[in-house]
């Protein structure tokens, strides 16, 4: 994308509403716009990075074996009522009334809707286990909807729900979910630490958070130091669940609401760290909670009908591009993860129409195919800098006309600042590889 053309509103001045980074880098480097109070507008330079965080979602979830759907935004009342749960959701739920006077609903969440469509066509067990997921936004009334795209009012979310037999089926599905979790987030390029959770009128210990750690976090969390060196994805994606899960719980971690002190005090206290952290995704294991209050049943192998078990998943897809800059970002902007970037890199044209540098900046742009944000315009180059690191792409390729008449690039690496002069081939295989 050429930058001169780019629809990329950056701003200068702080916006004095956002009381957190992600939300000012997010309004000053041009990613998204309020459109009414938290509710965004994506921008092109922002939705690249959602769409960025999609594909590795979506990927993962493929990978564990959930199949995709695309339930709509605009839910019936009456599912609501089945479940019991149109009273209980409150004031969060932004409810609708049609032309016909029929109760309508922007959905907060989908248990019921895929409860319905399950029960209108799976009517064996050896139709299971099941994993449907889809990737859609949703609406609360949050009342305080504050730090940009973080706690949003529309928000994007993956959520999954998966249907089993019985609950040793549905105890594998939840930890196929949580492995499937820890290697996106990994991807993602985020450390996020799974903490046991509160299941609420269910009971039982299959409920856990995915926290990334970030000083603004809205909770609390203590954990085990020796989280920070698990690599999720070593194992590939099919390994021993069961060794997976127990190596998993037996670190401790956990959200303030859930901390045990004297399980605490028996972590080596070189281990324990404390800190703050942002909620970006949520598994819940609720068994039979919603087919028993919706009548679905499926016939066992005995020809007797029984009440699936099942889970639900969800991913804060719109809130993990808050949470990334959290966890990434200095005085003069955005550092995105390379896994997430809008782009692989800014070319900087320092001196634009000298024809040395545009045409090494055109042939290095047409290398990138792409992936590339080529700062063609004609401003001084400390602007050009500047906008680079706010943005925060990983890499910047900067041609000046004295490298560029010597076939030579500064390539600089936006995490670390480091600098180094290059062949233009040398930049793109270290930008590409
Ligand atoms: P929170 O405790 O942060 O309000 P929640 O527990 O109500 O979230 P869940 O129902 O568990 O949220 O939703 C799954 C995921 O959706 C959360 O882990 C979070 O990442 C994301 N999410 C929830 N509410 C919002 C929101 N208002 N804005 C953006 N993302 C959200
Ligand atoms: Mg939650």
Redesign the pocket.
């Known amino acids: 994308m050429y930058l001169s053309r780019a629809f990329i509103p950056t701003i200068k001045e702080i916006p004095s509403e956002a009381q957190i980074a992600s939300h000012r880098l997010m309004l000053r480097a041009g990613l998204v716009r309020q459109t009414s109070a938290?509710i965004y507008a994506w921008l092109p330079l922002g939705l690249r990075v959602l769409r960025n965080i999609e594909r590795i979602v979506r990927e993962e979830q493929n990978a564990a074996g959930a199949q995709e759907v695309l339930m709509p935004t605009i839910q019936p009342a009456e599912l609501w009522k089945e479940s019991g749960r149109y009273d209980d959701y409150g004031k969060e739920m932004l409810r609708i009334v049609d032309r016909h006077e029929r109760e309508m609903l922007y959905g907060?969440?989908n248990e019921e809707m895929i409860t319905d469509l399950f029960r209108q066509s799976v009517k064996s067990y050896r139709e299971l286990p099941i994993n449907l997921y889809h990737i859609q936004w949703?609406f609360?009334d949050?009342v305080r909807?504050r730090f940009g795209?973080?706690?949003?009012?529309e928000?994007?979310?993956k959520?999954a729900y998966s249907f089993d037999a019985d609950h040793a089926g549905a105890v594998r599905s939840y930890r196929a979910m949580m492995l499937a979790y820890m290697r996106t987030f990994q991807r993602l390029g985020l450390k996020a630490i799974p903490m046991v959770a509160d299941t609420g009128p269910i009971g039982g210990d299959l409920s856990h958070?995915?926290i990334v750690l970030a000083p603004t976090g809205?909770s609390q969390v203590y954990y085990d130091a020796s989280f920070e060196g698990v690599d999720y994805l070593a194992g590939g994606n099919n390994p021993d669940l069961d060794k997976f899960f127990a190596d998993i719980t037996s670190r401790y971690a956990a959200t303030d609401e859930k901390h045990d002190t004297a399980k605490w005090a028996e972590v080596p206290e070189a281990n324990r760290r404390e800190g703050r952290g942002?909620?970006?995704?949520?598994i819940f294991y609720f068994g039979t909670k919603y087919t028993k209050a919706m009548n679905v049943s499926v016939a066992g192998p005995d020809g007797k009908m029984f009440h699936p078990e099942m889970g639900s998943y969800?991913?804060?897809v719109?809130?993990?591009v808050g949470a990334a800059i959290e966890a990434s970002h200095d005085d003069a902007g955005i550092i995105w993860p390379d896994a997430i970037a809008p782009f692989k890199a800014a070319i900087l044209n320092l001196k634009n129409g000298d024809a040395a540098c545009d045409g090494l900046c055109e042939r290095l742009y047409a290398a990138m195919d792409g992936d590339a944000l080529y700062d063609d315009r004609s401003d001084r180059a400390g602007v050009k800098f500047n906008d680079a690191d706010l943005m925060g792409h990983p890499w910047q390729i900067i041609v000046g006309p004295r490298g560029a008449a010597a076939g030579k690039v500064e390539l600089k690496r936006r995490a670390t600042g480091e600098r180094a002069e290059l062949s233009p081939e040398d930049a793109l295989a270290k930008v590409l590889g």
């Not at 795209?149 to 009012?153: A, E, F, N």
């Not at 942002?278 to 949520?282: D, M, R, S």
């Open positions: 938290g907060p969440t949703k609360r949050e909807p795209v973080m706690r949003g009012r928000f994007l979310m959520d958070e995915f809205e942002i909620e970006v995704g949520h969800g991913i804060g719109s809130r993990l």
